[in-house]
């Protein structure tokens, strides 16, 4: 049942918990205790080999600056799993999905127990940029 939970994509407009155990990058995916994969909705980051993929925005934060960024946002890091993927015991975040965002990935606005949407919170690092194309979110202050 947990791989069938780990391979499901939460359908578009539903609302569900992800509690983060692993972070990949700045945008995600960011894997949650309670099975889904989540993309965060609206910014993009470099990926993890320092590249921008086509069509995207591209930061000029290093995809290590923008990992770490969004690792302190969940709590700062546990360690490393084999696959690079960095361990951490996230806030509890109240997320609503876009739907698919390729692979088993889930695209989804996501809010801090704070209230603050995480989007935004990954924008003012400074290490990812909102990208326009996808952006559905609030207004950042």
Not at 95 to 123: F, H, Q, V, Y
Not at 133 to 140: E, V
Request: charged share 20%; net charge positive.
């Amino acid at each position: 049942m947990l791989a069938l939970l780990a391979a499901s994509i939460v359908a578009s407009g539903q609302t569900f918990t992800c509690t983060p155990t692993h972070v990949w990058d700045g945008d995600g995916p960011v894997w949650c205790v309670e099975g889904p994969h989540l993309r965060i909705a609206g910014i993009a980051a470099r990926e993890m080999d320092g590249t921008c993929r086509t069509n995207q925005p591209c930061p000029a934060a290093s995809a290590i600056e923008a990992r770490d960024a969004l690792v302190q946002l969940m709590g700062g890091a546990r360690g490393t799993i084999s696959t690079g993927h960095v361990v951490v015991r996230g806030p509890r975040l109240t997320c609503r999905s876009e739907g698919g965002a390729g692979g088993n990935r889930t695209a989804a606005w996501c809010r801090l127990p704070s209230g603050a949407d995480l989007s935004c919170a990954m924008i003012k690092t400074g290490a990812v940029l909102r990208w326009d194309r996808y952006w559905k979110g609030p207004a950042c202050r």
